[in-house]
């Protein structure tokens, strides 16, 4: 499956939607921890627009998935998950969000400032120097992206037990170009918001309180348009709660308390 990597045994019915856009492999550790207890799917998005990573998506879903599944998306991967939630509604029982990009514009001016703030002088200097490079766009940007990723990192984890190791496919810096103007041009506009409406399956949000990304931007929004959603905000944590020190066994308590088995047991056939 080149586009998609599987852990555990079959049915597949939890899917983990990695972020960036451009960010495959991130999810590789959470997938390694879920995969004891069911079979995952981690779909790698190689598609260079929205609504060409919704569609592979959906084509993974039916060549893989024993639908409906639980998606559980990180970062981008959560924006992602509403996207395709809103747009394939019978394709998913649940939809978790960890660590969501924000849905509504008031609330994102300040979160680079916020990453800068906890990094020293000389690592504030060094991601500075990577952003004006990655805007400059070489040969080099897959593994500048990369050395970003892991600075950001480091920004935006309270207590890690350990930084993530991975591995991100090239040709990513592309993908997070053409895919993330998109996405951005939705939230501001309110396209992407009112997409909620048409979601019909519960959405549980999950959002560490030291996650630079404010949660009232994901919280306040949501609870607007979606139906059935349920906010919970982890203490102690970061934009990863799989690697939180103090956080990783409630969050993956919340996980296991949402896997298939705990969930209706609903049959669809492919589509």
């Known amino acids: 499956m080149s586009n998609c990597r599987v852990y555990g045994k079959s049915p597949y019915k939890v899917v983990l939607l990695h972020g960036g856009p451009g960010a495959a492999g991130t999810l590789k550790e959470l997938a390694q921890i879920l995969s004891n207890d069911c079979g995952i799917l981690e779909p790698l998005q ?6 060409g990573q919704v569609e592979e998506l959906k084509e993974t879903l039916d060549q893989y998935a ?14 992602l998950g509403f996207i395709f939630t809103a747009t394939y509604p019978a394709y998913v029982n ?6 969501s990009g924000l849905f509504d514009p008031k609330y994102v001016k300040n979160i680079m400032e916020t990453r800068l703030s906890r990094l020293s002088e000389d690592k504030q ?19 500048l992206m990369y050395q970003f990723g892991k600075l950001i990192e480091e920004a935006d984890s309270f207590d890690p037990i350990k930084l993530s190791d991975y ?37 549980i949000a999950i959002h560490g309180n030291f996650d630079p990304h404010p949660y009232q931007g994901i919280k306040e929004p949501l609870e607007t348009v979606v139906d059935n959603f349920t906010f919970i905000l982890l203490d102690k944590c970061g934009h990863e709660p799989w690697i939180e020190r103090q ?3 409630q969050f993956i308590n919340l ?11 609903i049959k669809l056939g492919k589509f």
């Open 255 to 265: 996980v296991n308390d949402n896997l298939p088995e705990k969930m209706p047991n």
């Open 247 to 249: 956080a990783k066994d």
């Open 94 to 99: 649940k939809l978790m969000m960890v660590g």
């Open 167 to 203: 591995e991100i496919m090239k040709g990513q810096y592309h993908i997070h170009k053409m895919v993330w103007p998109e996405a951005a041009k939705m939230r501001e506009n309110g396209e992407l918001l009112a997409l909620g409406k048409k979601i019909e399956c519960p959405v």
């Open 46 to 51: 190689t598609k260079d627009s929205l609504i």
């Open 66 to 79: 024993d639908l409906p599944v639980l998606l559980i998306g990180h970062s981008w991967g959560a924006m």
């Open 125 to 143: 200097l060094r991601l500075n120097n990577l952003m004006e490079k990655l805007n400059e766009e070489n040969n080099e940007s897959d593994e």
